[in-house]
C-alpha cells in the first residue's frame, strides 16, 4: 500500500515524504539495507513530546474539574503503550510499516511497543514537515472523543481515589469494616462501611468484600463526607 493514501485520510498534503518513509522503517529494514539510523527511532522522540504537549492541553481544557495529578494520570492513561498501538490498529498505520526479514508480519501486528512507536514517530514526521498548527489538529483529531469521555472513575477506582482525598489533609487511613453479609452461600452479598478517625463515611454493598468495600468508598465520594 502506498503510504500517500494514509497521508490523504488524514488530509495531509506532506511537503518532504522522507519524513514519512522514515517514521515508517522498523529498525530492522537496516540490516538488510545495510544502513544505521534509518528508521523510526530518531521521529519517535520528537513524536513523543508532541503528543505528550497535545493530550496535556487537551485535558487541562476538557477537564476542568481536575487537579493536577488526576490530570497527569488522565494522560498517563490515554498515551500509554497500549492505547497508541490502539490507534495505530485504529488508522491502519500498521498497514504502512516497512520491516526487514527478521521480524515477520504477524509478530509486528501483535507488538504494542512498535505500533506505539510508529505512531509516535508518524506524529514526529508530521511535526518537522508541516507545522504545530496542523500537528495539534491531527493528534486532537484522534484523542479528542477519548479525552473527552474519559472520567476519574475510569482510571482510578474509588477506594485509591478516597485515601488520596484523605491524604491530601491528613495522615492518617481510612479502614473499612464488613458489617453484614446475607444470602446463600453460593451467591453471598457482603456489606462494608468506611471509617476515618471514628465517622462513618460510606457505605455499600456487593458480591466480594472487595466490591463492597469499593461502594463504600464511592458512597464516600459521593457525599464529599470528608
Do not use: W
Request: proline fraction near 2%.
Amino acid at each position: 500500500m502506498e503510504l500517500i493514501e494514509l497521508l490523504r485520510s488524514f488530509d495531509i498534503n506532506p511537503g518532504d515524504i522522507s519524513y514519512y518513509e522514515l517514521a515508517f522503517t522498523h529498525p530492522s529494514c537496516n540490516s538488510d539495507m545495510n544502513t544505521k539510523h534509518q528508521d523510526y527511532e530518531r521521529l519517535e522522540f520528537v513524536g513523543d513530546s508532541v503528543i505528550g504537549f497535545v493530550s496535556a492541553d487537551l485535558i487541562f481544557k476538557l477537564h476542568p474539574e481536575m487537579d493536577q495529578g488526576y490530570m497527569s494520570k488522565l494522560r498517563s492513561y490515554l498515551v500509554c503503550s497500549k492505547s497508541l498501538a490502539n490507534y495505530s490498529r485504529k488508522y491502519h498505520i500498521d498497514d504502512y510499516i516497512r520491516i526487514g526479514h527478521s521480524i515477520t508480519r504477524e509478530q509486528l501486528t501483535k507488538s504494542d511497543k512498535i505500533l506505539e512507536d510508529v505512531f509516535e514517530a508518524f506524529i514526529g514526521a508530521l511535526y518537522l514537515d508541516q507545522d504545530i498548527g496542523v500537528t495539534y489538529r491531527i493528534v486532537e483529531q484522534i484523542l479528542y472523543e477519548d479525552i473527552k469521555q474519559t472520567k476519574i472513575d475510569d482510571i482510578i477506582d474509588a477506594k485509591t481515589r478516597l485515601q488520596e482525598e484523605i491524604q491530601s489533609e491528613y495522615r492518617e487511613a481510612v479502614r473499612y469494616e464488613l458489617i453484614d453479609e446475607f444470602g446463600p452461600p453460593h451467591d453471598r452479598t457482603f456489606v462494608s462501611q468506611v471509617i476515618f478517625n471514628g465517622i462513618v463515611l460510606g457505605k455499600g454493598q456487593g458480591k466480594s468484600k472487595k466490591a463492597a468495600e469499593e461502594a463504600a468508598a464511592r458512597d464516600a465520594l459521593s457525599k464529599r463526607s470528608v
